[in-house]
């Protein structure tokens, strides 16, 4: 299995799904490239810069950004440059897997944070990624690599491991063939290593990610289910290295799992 | 100027902006209109319920959210059901008066709640309207109206007040020719009266909304400046009318609002 180091603002780049198929495609899709040129390192863009990253001519990228513009979903500013617009950060915020799941989970994140002082984060898979729906930094907390509606190899993470080890068969074979990201000395990379990680998890109830993504921080995640029982997010603490063992934080992250399960479920 | 009542989800509907110009408009257009269909009352459509609110054919929206699918701006339940996808909430996390303000302004919004248990409030102005860009339930506080990514009344509101009396007289102009929504007995929904208080919003530097959204409600509320002194966003204190006075709060608002100033300011 291939092994690659991590790529310069790889954990948050949203991977390009489907980039290159697009490049041909019909007017709508084309529109959607536009809006895919922006990202979290890419948040203000010239007509020109839209243009060279997604990949389409300026005369179309002019006509379709003036589209985008009078909607809303784009909003351009004094100086000429673009940027993601408030009508589409509202329309996204109905996405059931972002602000809709983390309105149910916030009230018991705060509890974790104000009990913990220490990082909370809430994630959903999308593919063969994480995706952060929201992280309240404690007071006294270790640093993190991640931010809200950033992306993380679901191999590193404590609620990577979580989301992979309750994933359908094909998605954790994809995972497993690699190419895994190496963060640290002590991040798993082997299919052998993955694999007993992964049952560990589900034989537990719970995942550790114990200096696998900084060698200062360990975190503990724990599966958040739908009303079918299904793993539709996890939750996890993080914490300094050395400060406390997983076995503590495991009570608290799985209590914490659960009762957002119930939210979730006692939802229309 | 008329005055309506407030009729039933009013304030969580978000405008239809150009819907009816719209509907005979270009591919991109219609493919947005298709999105626009999703609202915070209806998080979840079938394909009759989108073609219906967008005002599209149905071959056209079975045709176009096949493509929103594809990318991921669309996801489909089990059910046959359409919900926004996770990715459209991705891109719309890098609108900068969306996410970006938030995470600017959440360690401010975070230290403001644990100081006072109250709700806190961050919202923007979007053409006459405010949006809601993140909300801290206090633990001891009074029931609000708003939710995140929620649209209000400018006239109603402390941040709404806010925003209207910093915002181009042109908009001013539009929002007091009516209609204003009357919340309850003591909004104000005369020319006369909203202007006396955005002019006294402007002399103090913060609005005060006394039960003029609900009867239990006190709310006061004071401007985000950006770098170059343009008030872009307000912050607001919504505590139960009669457990302090307006000016016991303004202090707390306003030093949070200049702290969130300064960290947008001193942003890249």
């Known amino acids: 299995m291939p092994v690659t180091s991590l790529p310069t603002g790889r954990a948050d780049r949203p991977a390009g799904r489907g980039e290159r198929a697009e490049r041909t495609g019909p007017v709508v899709a084309r529109a959607l490239q536009i809006l895919a040129a922006f990202t979290p390192d890419r948040r203000s863009l010239t007509l020109s810069e839209m243009s060279r990253h997604s990949g389409l001519p300026v005369s179309t990228v002019h006509r379709l950004a003036a589209e985008l513009v009078a909607w809303g979903a784009l909003e351009r500013d004094p100086s000429g440059c673009y940027h993601i617009g408030l009508r589409l950060w509202e329309i996204g915020s109905l996405a059931p897997r972002g602000l809709g799941l983390r309105e149910a ?18 994630a959903v898979r999308e593919g063969t ?27 590193a993470t404590g609620v990577g491991l979580v989301l992979l080890a309750y994933a ?21 990379t082997t299919p052998h290593e993955l694999r007993a990680a992964l049952a560990g998890t589900r034989a537990r109830g719970y995942a550790v990610s114990d200096r696998q993504v900084t060698m200062d921080a360990l975190s503990v995640a724990a599966p958040i289910h739908d ?14 290295h050395g400060s406390v063992t997983p076995s503590a934080l495991a009570p608290l992250v799985r209590t914490s799992a659960r009762a957002i399960s119930r939210a979730l479920t006692a939802r229309p």
């Open 129 to 155: 990624e994480v995706v952060f729906v929201e992280r309240i930094a404690g007071s006294k907390a270790v640093p993190v690599l991640t931010r809200v509606g950033g992306r993380f190899a679901l191999t």
């Open 227 to 240: 009303a079918d029982g299904d793993v539709v997010a996890a939750v996890s603490l993080v914490v300094h």
């Open 168 to 188: 359908p068969a094909e998605v954790q074979e994809q995972v497993l063939a690699g190419p895994v990201t190496r963060y640290t000395e002590r991040t798993l």
């Open 105 to 122: 989970a916030l009230p018991f994140l705060e509890d974790l944070s104000q009990v913990t002082r220490e990082n909370v984060q809430l």
